[in-house]
C-alpha cells in the first residue's frame, strides 16, 4: 500500500508541478542554447559560423554530449529524450523532498506539506531562475539531485552525497557545485574522521582552479568585463546584484536567508535539531557568506565569477526557508500536542488546493492559448519556415528578425542552420566570453531597426556576412524563394 501511495502521490506532484510550470513545452527559453548544442553533437558539420557564439558557454556543460550520446545509442529523437528528462526531474524531486522531510520532520504529514509546496513554481528573485520550469532543464535536474544529496548527508552517508554531485556536476556545474560548497562544511562540521581528506581535497581543488584561471582554458576569466560588454548585458538583470537588486529584492533575498539561517539556529541552539542538522546550518552560512564576499567581484565586473551566477544560491535557501515556515507551523515542539495535530495535514491538503487551483488559473486563464502539454514544436507559419530551413542544405546563413525566438516561440537555430542574430539567447550566450560579446554587438549596430529594415540594407549585410537568404513578414523587392504562410523567404545570392 505505501508503494501504491508513493505513485499516486509522485503522479499528483508531477502533474501539479506541470500546472504551475503552464503546461510542459518542448523547446521552450533555455532550450535555445542546449537544443542547438544538441544538434551539433549530431553533426559536427552543423553551424559552421554559430559555434563561435555556442562554444564559450557550452564549454562549461556536458548536457550536450550525454543527449546527443543517448540519441545515437537508442535512435529516439530528441524529443523523447526531453520529455523523459522532463519527467524524470520532477519524479527525483518528489523522491528527494520525501527523504529531505522525512530527516528533518517529526511527522510524515509535515514531509507531505513541503512536497505540495514545491510544486508552487516562483521565481526566486533577481536570480534568473525559477524553483521549476515547464520544460526539460538540467538545472532542475541537478538540483533534485541535490536535495537527494543532502538528505543522503542527513543519513550519514557523506561520501556518497559528494558522489552524486559531482556526477551531477556533468549537466549543469553551477547547480551542482552550490550544492557542493554547501555540503562539504557541513560534512567538516559532523565529519570529523573526513577532516583531512576534506582538506586535502579541497586545496587541489583551490590549486587546480586557480590554474585554470591563471593560465589554463579559464584565463580570460579574471578580465574584467568593459563597459560595452556590461551595458550588453544591461537587460539580464540578475548578473550584478549590487546595482541591479531594488531594496525589495534585497529584502526578499536576505529575509530568505535569515529565516532558513534563523531556523537552523534556532534547532540546534535549543537542542531540538535532527542529526547532523548543525551541518545544514554550517553550510546555510556558508553559501550566504559566499554570495557577500564574492559581490564586489561580481560588482567589478570579472568574468569568472559573473558568470558563476552566484546568487543563484538562493534557490537553496529558498527550499531551507520552505522548511522553516512549515516547521514554524506545524512541526515545531509546541504544534506537536493531540488537540493540534489535525493541523498538519490540514496544512498539506490547503497547499495541495492552493497548487491545484493556481495551476488550472494558469492553464485556462492565463495561458488559455497553450496545450498543457506539448511534445514537440507547435505548427504554425513559423515552424513551417523552420522546417523549410532544416530541408536546405547545411552552411546557410540565415538573417530574420532578432527578436523572432520571443516574437514566434521558437528559435531558427532548431533548423540546425546559422542565424544572423537572435536577440534575447545571443545576448545570454554572450555572458561568457568577450568575443561572443563583440560579435552580439557589431551585428546589432548593423541590423539597426529591422521594422525598418529595406532592401538596400539586406544586400548590404548579405555581402559583409555572406547571407543566404532573408526570412521577413513584409514584402520587399527581393526574389522570393518560398512563401510560408505570412513569411517571405528571399534569396540573397
Known amino acids: 500500500m505505501q508503494r501504491l501511495g508513493h505513485v499516486a502521490a509522485a503522479g499528483l506532484f508531477v502533474v501539479l508541478a506541470t500546472l504551475n510550470s503552464s503546461g510542459y513545452r518542448y523547446g521552450a527559453s533555455d532550450q535555445a542554447f542546449y537544443i542547438p548544442a544538441i544538434l551539433k553533437q549530431l553533426d559536427p558539420a552543423l553551424f559552421p559560423r554559430d559555434t563561435a557564439l555556442v562554444g564559450p558557454q557550452a564549454r562549461y556543460f556536458f548536457v550536450d554530449e550525454i543527449v546527443g550520446s543517448a540519441i545515437r545509442a537508442t535512435g529516439w529523437p530528441i524529443e523523447t529524450w526531453f520529455a523523459l528528462g ?3 526531474s520532477l ?11 522525512q530527516s528533518l520532520f517529526s511527522r510524515p504529514e509535515a514531509t507531505w506539506a513541503l512536497i505540495a509546496a514545491e510544486t508552487l513554481r516562483h521565481r526566486i528573485t533577481k536570480t534568473g531562475v525559477n524553483t521549476l520550469e515547464g520544460y526539460f532543464h538540467p538545472r532542475v535536474l541537478v538540483f533534485a539531485v541535490g536535495v537527494w544529496a543532502i538528505a543522503t548527508y542527513l543519513r550519514g552517508r557523506s561520501l556518497l552525497a559528494i558522489a552524486m554531485l559531482i556526477a551531477a556536476g556533468l549537466l549543469h556545474p553551477t547547480t551542482a557545485a552550490f550544492f557542493v560548497v554547501f555540503l562539504v562544511p557541513a560534512i567538516w562540521v559532523t565529519d570529523r574522521r573526513l577532516r583531512r581528506p576534506i582538506g586535502i581535497a579541497v586545496t587541489l581543488t583551490l590549486v587546480v582552479a586557480g590554474w585554470m584561471l591563471l593560465a589554463g582554458p579559464l584565463a580570460d576569466g579574471l578580465t574584467p568585463m568593459d563597459g560595452e560588454w556590461r551595458a550588453l548585458l544591461g537587460s539580464k538583470d540578475y548578473l550584478f546584484p549590487a546595482s541591479d537588486w531594488n531594496a525589495g529584492a534585497w529584502l526578499a533575498n536576505l529575509g530568505t536567508a535569515a529565516l532558513a539561517v534563523g531556523t537552523l539556529g534556532y534547532r540546534v541552539t535549543h537542542a531540538i535539531a535532527r542529526p547532523r542538522e548543525e551541518g545544514l546550518l554550517a553550510g546555510a552560512i556558508v553559501l550566504l557568506a559566499g554570495f557577500l564576499v564574492t559581490l564586489p567581484l561580481v560588482s567589478a565586473g570579472w568574468a569568472f565569477f559573473v558568470q558563476l551566477q552566484i546568487s543563484r544560491v538562493f534557490w537553496i535557501l529558498d527550499l531551507l526557508a ?3 515556515v512549515i516547521w514554524w507551523a ?11 495535530r489535525a493541523i498538519v495535514p490540514a496544512l498539506a491538503v490547503l497547499l495541495v488546493v492552493i497548487s491545484l487551483g493556481r495551476g488550472i488559473w494558469l492553464a485556462i486563464v492565463t495561458h488559455a492559448e497553450r496545450p498543457l502539454v506539448s511534445l514537440t514544436l507547435p505548427h504554425d507559419d513559423w515552424t513551417q519556415v523552420i522546417d523549410w530551413a532544416r530541408r536546405q542544405p547545411t552552411g546557410i546563413h540565415l538573417l530574420a528578425d532578432p527578436g523572432h525566438a520571443w516574437k514566434f516561440g521558437t528559435p531558427l537555430r532548431y533548423s540546425g542552420r546559422d542565424v544572423f542574430l537572435e ?3 545571443d545576448t545570454a550566450m554572450a555572458i561568457y566570453a568577450r568575443s561572443s560579446a563583440s560579435r552580439v554587438i557589431e551585428r546589432q549596430a548593423a541590423i539597426g531597426d529591422f521594422d525598418t529594415l529595406d532592401a538596400g540594407r539586406v544586400r548590404a549585410l548579405a555581402v559583409q556576412y555572406g547571407l543566404d537568404y532573408l526570412v521577413i513578414d513584409r514584402d520587399l523587392p527581393l526574389p522570393e524563394t518560398e512563401r510560408l504562410g505570412r513569411f517571405r523567404i528571399y534569396a540573397l545570392r
Open 330 to 340: 506545524v512541526d515545531q515542539p509546541s504544534r506537536r500536542q493531540p488537540a493540534r
Open 91 to 101: 519524479l527525483v524531486l518528489y523522491a528527494a523532498l520525501w527523504r529531505f522531510g
Open 423 to 425: 536577440d534575447v539567447k
Open 322 to 324: 520552505t522548511v522553516a
Open 86 to 88: 522532463y519527467v524524470v
